[in-house]
T-cell receptor, first 114, second 113 residues
Framework: DAGVIQSPRHEVTEMGQEVTLRCKPISGHNSLFWYRQTMMRGLELLIY????????DSGMPEDRFSAKMPNASFSTLKIQPSEPRDSAVYFC????????????FGPGTRLLVL | DAKTTQPPSMDCAEGRAANLPCNHS???????VYWYRQIHSQGPQYIIHGLKNNETNEMASLIITEDRKSSTLILPHATLRDTAVYYCIVLYYSGGGADGLTFGKGTHLIIQP
């Protein structure tokens, strides 16, 4: 199994530009999570989906952030417009909605907004 | 979810057992204890979890006190590759649902050669 796949691995953009982060969960997993990690705030849950439906987006910082999961094998996190304070590592994770609920994390996308 | 308290950092000699403590004094009956770790520049990695019985897998052992207010993660023979930040997370088991993880600051474990 390839694990959770994220792209791009690194992204450098200028303030005001739109940024789209992509995630492919592990095949067969039915829950997907987006996290953000910064030095100041640590790892934070942004949003998660069960069976492609957004369940809890209370962690999304503001309206500039949006996430979609059009099908079971693909999700996007979009920032529009981006700001320097959005610079962080963004992780995607997936899991089976079973008793164990082990989450498998991708390698992350390092975003730098200049 | 119950909050957890972990020491910010610990050292351990290579080849020795690393014992990482976690306090979760407000844990409730339906909350599990999970441990994840994050090696530098990688995504977090699941290690082990338990409810009230001690658990062991190929990576580690988890010892939960009888009152469930604290637990200890044991890496029996630590190697340099075990240097990472270790997170203790208490998670409510909500039947068929899946919930996001709430990460604290964790313990930065440094394995010394």
């Amino acid at each position: 199994d390839a694990g959770v796949i994220q792209s791009p691995r690194h992204e450098v953009t200028e303030m005001g530009q739109e940024v789209t982060l992509r995630c492919k969960p592990i095949s067969g997993h039915n829950s997907l999570f987006w996290y953000r990690q910064t030095m100041m705030r640590g790892l934070e849950l942004l949003i998660y989906f069960n069976n492609n439906v957004p369940i809890d987006d209370s962690g999304m910082p503001e309206d500039r952030f949006s996430a979609k999961m059009p099908n079971a094998s693909f999700s996007t996190l979009k920032i529009q417009p981006s700001e320097p304070r959005d610079s962080a590592v963004y992780f995607c994770a997936s899991t089976l909605r079973d008793r164990v609920k082990t989450q498998y994390f991708g390698p992350g996308t390092r975003l730098l907004v200049l | 979810d119950a909050k957890t308290t972990q020491p910010p950092s610990m050292d351990c000699a290579e080849g020795r057992a690393a014992n990482l403590p976690c306090n979760h004094s407000t844990i409730s009956g339906n909350e599990y204890v999970y441990w994840y770790r994050q090696i530098h520049s990688q995504g977090p990695q699941y290690i082990i979890h338990g409810l009230k019985n001690n658990e062991t897998n190929e990576m580690a052992s988890l010892i939960i006190t009888e009152d469930r207010k604290s637990s200890t993660l044991i890496l029996p023979h630590a190697t340099l590759r075990d240097t990472a930040v270790y997170y203790c997370i208490v998670l409510y088991y909500s039947g068929g649902g899946a919930d996001g993880l709430t990460f604290g600051k964790g313990t930065h474990l440094i394995i010394q050669p």
